[in-house]
Each structure stands twice: as structure tokens, then as C-alpha cells.
């Protein structure tokens, strides 16, 4: 792959900041969040002051978690007339609009200017909080040579046809009103640039935002099945960074231990449909998952990234089938395949593993070099047999 030029832009804040704005873009920003508020409060007052008694309510609440899926209504919520007094307080309150003046937002208000201005293309880190300006050409051709890699052209009917099951699952869900179909939204990247060498080699994420509703429905499903799982086998899934610390704060003498550090190569993309079926398999020793899920779950799985004007499918795949940067449930299908690694690699290294999603750690009851480069290739081979490829390295703890 061709190395791009690039700019790298670091700002000096967060990005989550909300810049200054027009009172009249403001005002209508704030009267719908508001709306959406009120909206929340309503439902809350309506079934607190309707329900029979605590218990009924809570029978009430649990047949609607089972049938929607945590998914929420776009229903109107009913005037409640106990909130009226306090809705029209806030209905004042919103009114005002004060100008704001400080260097902090005169600073963003110069970036947003910049960036306005430019006739490039302002591309977002993966891991960090670096942009990086690049011509459009360059972007054009960048985002063109990573869906290439892994995707084809395929016919516009797909689309059409995934729509159509979208459709089926839905209204036999009777969750229509709740949930919508896939968007043809065109896909885009962001760059990893925490990888070695990466201003040589420009490696990127390629995320596609093209994703039905059903997604939704499938994280609420596969969020049960992990969380039975991990409670079940007891294998170290971390699921974020406090986790990880922890687990390796309790080590004794870690100086006198050695590290075996892995990870996995793009872990989304390198998920087939043979291994997510194999996950799903052995999964079902723990926890049910019914005949009504998988048509589910597997319907998530199907996506098709957008780009130029053209309808995109993997190389290897007859029905559309991939796991995506960007789609709702793939973090929990890569927990699933995560746990079922897991499980493979306890027999050769006991409890001493863990993986916090790409990224795995393996604790050795030794410290000799030669012997922790030796053990370095178990992990390898046991997901060379899964057709998953991963990078290792030995390591010693140090002071």
C-alpha cells in the first residue's frame, strides 16, 4: 500500500467540546435535547403513577425488556400533569442565551475556522486524539486501497434483498416501529497511527456505518450470552483498561516472572463465518442461545460497505457475511470469538491468559529469555488453527 503525505494536526483539548455556535443554531440544538429529556421523564412519571403496585410494574417492566430488547419506543410519551409546572420552568429557563467570550473558546473557534477553510481532507487517529490533513486525492486513494483489499463489487440487489429479511425479522418481533433498516452510508477510515513505523506504512481501520437496527437486538442478546460465559468459565476477558491493571497489580514477584504480549491482527475483518459458528457452538454449553436468535445474530453480520457510488462485499463471502468497524454488536461478536480463543488457549497456559479485546497478555512462572520466546509460539500456533493471525513478543517485568 502506498505511503500517503500527511500533516499530523494535534489539538490542544478534547474534541468533545462543543464549540460556539449561532443563538439560532443553539436554541434549536437545546429545545430538542430538552424535548428528548422531557420526553424521558414523562415515561418514567406516566408508569410511576399508573402502575397497579411495585410488583405488577415490575412484571410489566421485564416483559417489555424481553420483548424489545432494550430497544426504545418512538412513541410520544403522555402529558403527565404533576411534571407541567416543572416543564414550563424549564421552557423559560432555555430562553436565555448568553455570549460567552474566553480564550478557550476563541481557540476553537480559530480551529474551526481553519479547518472550514481548507481544501483538505482532516482524517481522525484510531487510539489517539491526533488528526492528520491529507489532500482528498490522497483520501480518496487511501479509502479506495483498503476496501479493496478486502472487498468486491457486487450487485445492488443484495442490499435490497438484506432489507427484505430486515424486514421479516422485525415485524415477527413486532419491533417495526422501533428499529430501522440499513442506511447506505458511505464508509470511511481512520488511521492507526499508535502502530510501528506507520508514517512509512499509513495502516488504517476501515469503518462502515452502513448497519440495520437488528444490531441492537443482537448486542442485547450476545451481552447475555458473554456475561453467562465469563461467569461460568471464569476466564481473564477484561473489559476495559482498569481490568487489565488490576489483574496484573495482583501478580507477586512480578520480577521474577516473564510476559508473552500478543495481538491480534485485525481481529474484526479476520472473524469468518466458520469461526463465529464454532464460537457459537461451544458457547451453547453454557448458555442457551434459541432458534430464534441465530437468524438474529446472523443478520447483523450481514453489511455492505458504500463507496463511490458502488455496493462493496468481502472477497470471501457468498452472502455477505463480515464483522465491522462501526457495526452495533461487533465489539460483543468479538467478545464471543474472544472467550471461545480463550477456552482454547486455558489448556496450554491455565488461568495465566487474558485478552482485553485484540490485545492479549500470558504470565510465565519464569523469567529465562530463551524459554519465554519458546513458549511465545503455543499462543501462535493455537490460532493458526483457527486461521487468525496474531503478533507476540516475550517480555520481563521490570522496576
Given at each position: 500500500?502506498?505511503n ?23 436554541t434549536r ?9 422531557i ?8 408508569f410511576?403513577?399508573?402502575q ?13 425488556s424481553?420483548?424489545t430488547?432494550?430497544?426504545k ?17 424549564v421552557?423559560r ?11 478557550f ?44 483489499k478486502?472487498y ?24 417495526s ?10 464508509a470511511?477510515?481512520t488511521?492507526k ?36 460465559i465469563r461467569?461460568?468459565?471464569?476466564v ?17 514477584l ?26 457459537i457452538?461451544?458457547?451453547?454449553q ?10 438474529i ?12 457510488g ?7 463471502s457468498?452472502?455477505a ?13 468479538c ?12 489448556d496450554?497456559?491455565?488461568?495465566n ?8 497478555l500470558?504470565l ?8 519465554s ?27
Open positions: 500500500m502506498a500517503i503525505n500527511m500533516q499530523q494536526i494535534k489539538f490542544s483539548y478534547s474534541l468533545k467540546n462543543i464549540g460556539l455556535t449561532s443563538k439560532d443554531v443553539y440544538s437545546l429545545i430538542n435535547k430538552t424535548q428528548s429529556v420526553q424521558r421523564m414523562r415515561w418514567k412519571a406516566h410511576f403513577l399508573n397497579a403496585n411495585n410488583d405488577t410494574e415490575l412484571a410489566r417492566a421485564t416483559h417489555r424481553a420483548n430488547y432494550g430497544l419506543s418512538k412513541r410520544s410519551a403522555p402529558p403527565v400533569a404533576e411534571l407541567r409546572a416543572f416543564e414550563d420552568d421552557a429557563l432555555i430562553e436565555k442565551f448568553r455570549d460567552v467570550n474566553n480564550e473558546m476563541k481557540e476553537s473557534e480559530r480551529d474551526k475556522k481553519t479547518i472550514k477553510s481548507s481544501t483538505n481532507i482532516f482524517v481522525p487517529a484510531d487510539k489517539t486524539r491526533n488528526y492528520y490533513e491529507m489532500q482528498p486525492s490522497d483520501d480518496a486513494k487511501l479509502l479506495r486501497e483498503n476496501i479493496t478486502s468486491k463489487h457486487t450487485q445492488e440487489h443484495i442490499a435490497t434483498s438484506i432489507t427484505e429479511e430486515f424486514k421479516d425479522i422485525v415485524d415477527e418481533l413486532k419491533l416501529n422501533r428499529t430501522d433498516p440499513m442506511a447506505e452510508t458511505t470511511f477510515l488511521l497511527d499508535h502502530k510501528p513505523d506507520f508514517k512509512n506504512h499509513n495502516k488504517c481501520h476501515l469503518i462502515n456505518p452502513a448497519k440495520s437496527g437488528v444490531g441492537k437486538i443482537s448486542k442485547s442478546i450476545l451481552d447475555s450470552v458473554n456475561s453467562k461467569e461460568q468459565t471464569g481473564n476477558q477484561w473489559r476495559n483498561s482498569s481490568d487489565t491493571i488490576a489483574w496484573f497489580q495482583s501478580i507477586p512480578k520480577n521474577r516472572k516473564s510476559f508473552i504480549s500478543f495481538d491480534i491482527v485485525d481481529f474484526y475483518p479476520s472473524i469468518t463465518e466458520s469461526l463465529l459458528d464454532q464460537s457452538d461451544w458457547a451453547t453454557f448458555t442457551a442461545i434459541t432458534d430464534s436468535d441465530m437468524p445474530i446472523k443478520h447483523a453480520r450481514k453489511s455492505l460497505p458504500f463507496h463511490d458502488l455496493t462493496w462485499v468481502k472477497h470471501d457468498s452472502n457475511f463480515d464483522v465491522t468497524m462501526g457495526s452495533y454488536d461487533g465489539a460483543e461478536i467478545e464471543l470469538v474472544g472467550l471461545f480463543i480463550l477456552s482454547k488457549l486455558k496450554i497456559f491455565g488461568n491468559i487474558g485478552l482485553y479485546r485484540d490485545d492479549g500470558v510465565l512462572e519464569r523469567k529465562s529469555g530463551r524459554l520466546d519458546k513458549a511465545r509460539k503455543d499462543p501462535t500456533h493455537a490460532f493458526n488453527e483457527l486461521e487468525v493471525n496474531i503478533t507476540a513478543q516475550a517480555m520481563c517485568y521490570s522496576l
